[in-house]
């Protein structure tokens, strides 16, 4: 994965701009285990984006800080509510025009 990105990071530099990976964890009905594994490529991938220098943002993070988490989704194993694409957009904003990610 990290070859990709930075290939994507390195085409979108080349255009002078700015290349984030935002990530978007698995949903929470999913089994602790798959969770587990997921969480475990995502941290080994954040280091190898570090060492690259690549831009991320942790949606993970922000779902984590929500009162009612698995509102966030329309239904288990699916995509994201309103709600949740809503907050999506405004981490993402939020990084972006803060500079912050």
């Not at 798959?34 to 949606?59: G, H, L, T």
């Not at 929500?66 to 993402?92: C, E, I, K, N, Q």
Request: hydrophobic content about 40%; charged content about 15%.
């Amino acid at each position: 994965m990290a070859s990709v990105v930075a290939a994507a990071k390195k085409e979108t530099g080349a255009v002078g701009s700015k290349f984030t990976f935002v990530y978007l964890p698995v949903p929470l009905s999913w089994p602790i285990a798959q969770r587990n594994v997921s969480r475990e490529a995502w941290e080994k991938a954040k280091r190898e984006f570090a060492a690259s220098s690549i831009s991320i943002v942790d949606f993970g993070l922000s779902i984590g800080h929500h009162p009612d988490p698995s509102s966030l989704w329309m239904m288990p194993g699916g995509h994201y509510s309103p709600a949740g694409y809503g907050l999506l957009a405004r981490s993402v904003t939020d990084a972006v025009s803060n500079n912050d990610y």
